[in-house]
């Protein structure tokens, strides 16, 4: 499907533009159809909208355009000793499209998804403009939030940063031979880390099935000869060269794509991950993939799925177990599968419950591929979780309003301020949710 495009260059031509069918668009890196127009809708896009409104560097708040991108935002707030209080596994996303997704990362389980952060938004609805915030037309604020664009156009918005020391991480990474030994590890340092997030070998069965390697991290702090010198030594600190870029030079063929080559990768990336502490650049730690571009390109031509499901407490655990089970047995599984634990969101169409969520790179297969996600999917279901709608462009309907129960109360919000369904979107079309 073919879109037409437009990229106002100024917050000024946003009115004349969403007067028609149209679905705002950011950087376009969602792995689904959430950021895809409606048909006969134009995409409007915001990345020229890239401009900072003001930045106070005593309390970390910066008031942005929604165009600007998370990577702008750390190259100006790291020198100055912020980082962003939550951020997903890539920093090349839009500051609107992060909002309208309701972004979590590796600290969820602490600190929640951004919806926590944002003190103000400024958004353009059919029915009008409004400031919004959790005060403030509190019900339009909760529902743009992680509302994948449905309300209207998020033309700038307010978040607060969050103090750090040192623009490195402190890691400690550790083996689980199972799944066991893993959730016992999660468990154990949950408390002492603010970050953690497990990768797993979603191909390994028997007592090895959800064997994985455990990555925890906190910001490092100043040492205490840097703590008591002057200024210049602090400044140093928060230095940071961007990582070399690699790119893959082409797509993989299809044929090294199956389960023994798969297996065999997953099992010599186990075995050669050491426990032990070390100290890193936040970019290697927190977005490893923007170190590799075209990085795709390693599923070769006909691509893969992003699949992320949450699965809540009390039966997180066995729901987990549950699914890796299922992905072993039925060979679903490559290079990046990864386990977090989370808590709850608090929008009106959240994803996150406190419990796991795990998310999975899967290589497509042709119709196969379907029916499996599709079973995997009621599995999920049984366990009382949902798939992220973010990563998604193939859940049926019927399964999304079984999952998020909570769509016709955000729906009904989303109809006061977009009542004629003028900002649509092919997700939109497909969960049926104008109809339902």
Same mark, same amino acid.
């Given at each position: ?6 990229a ?5 031509e946003i009115?004349? &533009?969403?007067?028609?069918a149209?679905?705002?668009r ?5 792995y689904g ?11 409007v896009n ?6 900072f #409104?003001s ?6 708040v ?9 990577? +702008?935002?750390?190259?100006? +707030?790291?020198p ?5 209080p939550?951020?997903?596994?890539t920093?090349?996303v839009?500051?609107g499209?992060a909002?309208?997704?309701?972004v979590?990362?590796?600290n969820h !389980? !602490?600190?929640?998804s ?5 003190l103000? #938004?400024e958004v353009a ?15 339009l ?5 992680g509302g ?8 700038r918005?307010?978040?607060r ?12 990474? &550790?083996?689980?031979?199972g799944?066991d ?6 468990s ?7 970050y953690?997030?497990?990768w797993?070998?979603t191909l390994a ?5 959800g064997r994985?390697? #455990?990555?925890l991290g906190?910001?490092?702090p ?12 602090k400044?140093?600190?928060?230095m ?7 790119k ?12 023994p080559?798969?297996?065999?990768f997953?099992?010599?990336?186990y ?13 290697g730690?927190f977005?490893p993939?923007d170190?590799?571009?075209?990085w795709n #390109?390693?599923?070769?031509k006909p691509g893969f ?11 997180g655990e066995d ?5 890796? +089970?299922?992905?072993s047995?039925?060979?679903l ?6 386990l ?13 419950k406190?419990?796991y ?11 196969e591929?379907l029916r499996?996600?599709d079973r995997?999917?009621?599995?999920v279901?049984?366990y ?5 709608l973010?990563?998604d462009?193939r859940l049926?309907a019927e ?9 016709k ?5 989303v109809?006061?301020y ?11 079309e ?7």
């Open positions: 499907m073919m879109a037409e495009q437009a106002p260059g100024s917050l000024g009115p004349a &533009l969403i007067g028609q149209y679905l705002p950011g950087q376009g890196r969602s159809d959430a950021s895809l127009p409606a048909s006969n809708h134009l995409a915001s990345y020229r909208l890239d401009r #409104l930045f106070n560097p005593f309390s970390g910066v008031d942005a355009e929604a165009g600007v991108t998370l990577h +702008a935002i750390l190259r100006i +707030a790291v100055r000793g912020f980082f962003l939550v951020t997903p596994g920093m090349f839009s500051l499209g909002i309208a997704s309701n979590h990362g590796k !389980h !602490h600190s929640g951004l919806e926590h952060f944002i103000e #938004l609805t059919p029915s009008g403009t409004f400031v919004c915030s959790p005060d403030a037309h509190p019900e604020f909760r529902a743009t939030v994948y664009g449905l309300t209207g156009f998020i033309t918005a307010r978040l940063l969050k103090p750090i020391e040192t623009a490195q991480v402190d890691c400690l990474r &550790l083996r689980a031979p799944l030994s893993l959730f016992a590890l999660l154990k340092h949950d408390a002492g880390f603010e953690s997030v497990a797993l070998d069965r028997g007592r090895h099935l994985g390697v #455990l990555m906190n910001h490092a100043l040492a205490g000869t840097e703590r008591d010198a002057a200024g210049g030594e400044s140093a600190a928060l940071h060269a961007e990582a070399r870029k690699f893959v030079p082409f797509a993989m063929p299809r044929a090294l794509l199956n389960r080559f798969l297996s065999a997953n099992r010599a990336f075995r050669f991950s050491r426990n032990g502490k070390s100290r890193e650049g936040f970019e730690f977005y993939l170190r590799i571009r075209d #390109l390693l599923y070769g799925f992003q699949y992320q499901c949450v699965i809540p407490d009390p039966r729901g987990i177990a549950a699914a890796l +089970a299922f992905l047995g039925n060979g599984g490559a290079f990046l599968s990864v977090k634990r989370c808590g709850d969101d608090q929008v009106m169409l959240p994803f996150c406190r419990g969520t795990l998310a999975l790179d899967i290589p497509f297969r042709g119709k591929s499996l996600l995997l999917d009621a599995l279901l049984t009382g979780g949902r798939v992220y973010t990563k462009a049926s399964t999304f309003r079984a999952m998020y129960p909570e769509s109360a955000w729906m009904e919000t109809r006061r977009n009542p004629s369904a003028t900002s649509n979107s092919r997700m939109a497909r969960l049926e949710l104008w109809t339902a």
